[in-house]
Every structure is written in C-alpha cells, then in structure tokens.
C-alpha cells in the first residue's frame, strides 16, 4: 500500500530555509508514471500548488511562479524520498505543508499527513 | 494562472439532502479536473478525477460533471461523514479552488 510519510521541523526562523522530507512508500520516486508535489495550505492562501519533481528518461522539476526563485524539488534514489527546500522564508510561509503523489489518474492521489511549519523568531 | 472559482463558500444541509458544489475556471481546462474531501487536520482525499471519474474506494453517492470551464460535484444523499471541506483542482497547473464547507443546518 502506497504511503507518503513527512519529515521536518515545525519552527523555522525567518530568512532561513525550510527543508523538509516525503518518504515514499510503496512506490518508487524513479516511477515514470507518477510525479511528486510539493503543496501548502494556509488561512490566506487557501491551498497552494509549490512543485513537482518527475523521472521521464531524465529529472524534471516545475515550480510555481510564486517560489520560483527560492524553491527546490529534489529526488533521492538512494532513499526512495524527494525533499522540499524553501530559501529565504518569512512568516508568510507560515502554513501546512504537504506531499502528495500525482499517480495514473494525474490527480493527488496519494498525500502525506501534513507538517505545520511556522516561521518565526 | 488559471483561476477555479466555488461556490458557494459554505452550504448548510441536512443529511439525506442532494448537494451540489460548482467550481468555474477562468480558461478551458478540458476535463482536468479532480475533486477532493477535507476533513480538519488531515490531508485532502481524492474523490473524483477527470472531471466524472470515480476514484477507487470512493461512494457511490459522490459524482462529478462538466467539461472547459463549469464543473459540479454532487452528492446524491449526505451522509453524516460527508460534512466536510470541498476544494476542485485544475491539474492542468495545479490551481485550487478557496473550498466549500458543507454544514449541519
């Protein structure tokens, strides 16, 4: 049975990085029929799309416009996971976030149990 | 960005009721849509994908509609487990709508 499980820490100063892991298992994060999102939910920004991470003869990632510029998606082969790294964060990063799987259907079918990461001094 | 609109934003209803839950997206998405239940503290549940596919394991009692820009999920009969938070998802770019919470009237 597939199970995406989240790792991290809850509290992260501003202008640091938030990091945080998704294991994966059940599946493999090398499945080139899936793809691994990055997705956070907050009272004002409702649910909010980050990323993806896929595997199709070669890595890709995809990044919303909105973290574009301080985001990284990456895979682990070796651990079967794939990490989520937010650069220079402030309270406004302040939200649940979750992994989820994009599996046959394309859809989110598949979805961590959530991390509440609070960015504060 | 393409935007995904619901309404209403909340709906009060009683169970055995048909309910219905409208998303809108400010472009045609084709079918690109899923449909999915939150309940509080726990991640969203997949209910319906590509627009009017049922995911495995879901009830029967839930259904969803539409093609380019207006879709529906309805709920045939609420059931007291279906009190919850709905949100669409175009999965063109991965936009969310802001969510409907079903309630107790």
């Known amino acids: 049975q597939e199970q995406l499980q989240q790792s991290g820490p809850g509290l992260v100063k501003p202008s640091q990085t938030l990091s945080l892991t998704c294991v994966i298992s059940?599946?493999?994060?090398?499945?080139?029929?899936?793809?691994w999102h990055w997705v956070r939910q907050s009272p004002s920004r409702g649910l909010e799309w980050l990323g993806r991470?896929?595997?199709?003869?070669?890595?890709?990632?995809d990044y919303a416009l909105s973290v574009r510029s301080r985001i990284a998606i990456n895979p682990d082969t070796s651990k079967n996971h794939f990490s989520l790294d937010l650069l220079s964060v402030t309270p406004g990063d302040t939200a649940v976030y979750y992994c989820a799987r994009a599996g046959g259907s394309d859809a989110f079918d598949i979805w961590g149990q959530g991390t509440m990461v609070t960015v504060s001094s | 960005d393409i935007q995904m609109t619901q309404s209403p934003s909340t709906l009060s209803a009683s169970v055995g009721d048909r309910v219905t839950i409208t998303c809108r997206a400010s472009q045609s998405i084709s079918t690109w849509l899923a449909w999915y239940q939150q309940k509080p503290g726990k991640a969203p549940k997949l209910l319906i994908y590509?627009?009017?596919n049922l995911e495995s394991g879901v009830p029967s009692r839930f259904s969803g509609s539409g093609y380019g820009t207006e879709f529906t999920l309805t709920i045939s009969s609420l059931q007291p487990d279906d009190f919850a938070s709905y949100y669409c998802q175009q999965y063109t770019s991965w936009t969310f709508g802001q969510g409907t919470k079903v309630v107790m009237k």
């Open positions: 059940g599946d493999s994060v090398s499945n080139t029929r899936a793809a």
């Open positions: 590509k627009a009017s």
């Open positions: 991470t896929y595997y199709n003869s070669r890595w890709y990632s």
